[in-house]
Every structure is written in C-alpha cells, then in structure tokens.
C-alpha cells in the first residue's frame, strides 16, 4: 500500500472511531447538564461545561422545553484569578435577567442583552456561588462558582 493511501486508512479509521465513540457516549455537554426544575412559570438546567465554565439555562416553560430564554454563567480564568459573571437575555420579551453572587451581580434589560463582570475570585464572598433571578422574581437554584 503506498504512503498516501496509508494515511488516507490511517484517518477513515479515526473518523469513525471518533464518531462511534460520539454515537456511544452523546455530546459532552448534554452529559453534563442536571435535570430540569421548574419554578413557577419557569424552567432551569444547570450545565457543567467544562471545569472552569458552568451555565445555568433557563426556559419558559415548567419543564426545559421551547426555546432558551436567557442564561447566567460564571467562568473562571487561571491566568489571571479571575472570575467572570455574565447574564445573557436571548429574547426581547420584557423579561430580565440577574446573574446574582455573593458579591457582584450582572443585570439585562429584558431585550436581548448580554452583560459580564468580572472580578479576583478571592474578592468573591461565601458560599462561592452564583444563580440566576428572571422577572426580578424567581431565582434558579445556587450553584458553586467554576473554581478548580
């Protein structure tokens, strides 16, 4: 067989080792999202994304269906020892969202806006958490800031 088609093989079969392990295990991210929880008129699922990323979804709906209304996240970057908070409103349906912490909190207009603070995470107050207020009235349960 020559060089070409060695390599042509040699990559077919990391194709689909990798797309039967995707097949097998699912997406990353789905395998690391809690339950839904609804509260009221709302919805929530918290999503582990990685170590240092965790997003908190939320839905208007009372069980994780339709579309995602808006998120709160916290991000920890190593470099610097930072923490950032960010709250995203995807709709503009009037419905605001706060990212809330010990500390700081990130606030939208209710119209499809995205805000971020960011901050030492030692400048953080305990519990090291974060969660997610919508309609300046139901709060998503607390979940630990992405902190290694």
């Known amino acids: 067989m020559g060089f070409a088609r060695r390599i042509i093989s040699a990559i077919g079969a990391a194709v689909l080792a990798t797309t039967a392990l995707i097949a097998v295990s699912g997406s990353p991210a789905l395998a690391n999202q809690g339950p839904c929880y609804a509260r009221g008129s709302f919805s929530f699922k918290n999503d582990w994304i990685s170590s240092t990323l965790t997003r908190i ?8 269906t339709g579309g ?3 998120s709160g996240q916290a991000s920890y ?12 409103d995807l709709e503009c349906d009037g419905i ?3 990212t809330y912490t010990h500390g700081y909190s990130v606030k939208t207009s209710g119209c499809g806006t995205h805000y971020f603070s960011t901050h030492a995470a030692s400048a ?3 519990p090291k958490n974060f969660w997610v207020n919508v309609g300046g009235s139901t709060n998503s349960n ?3 800031l992405p902190i290694p």
């Open 142 to 144: 607390a979940v630990s």
């Open 77 to 88: 970057t190593a470099s610097t020892g930072t923490i950032t908070i960010g709250a995203y």
């Open 124 to 126: 953080y107050g305990n």
């Open 68 to 70: 995602e209304i808006g």
């Open 96 to 98: 605001g969202f706060v």
């Open 57 to 64: 979804h939320v839905f208007h709906s009372g069980n994780c």
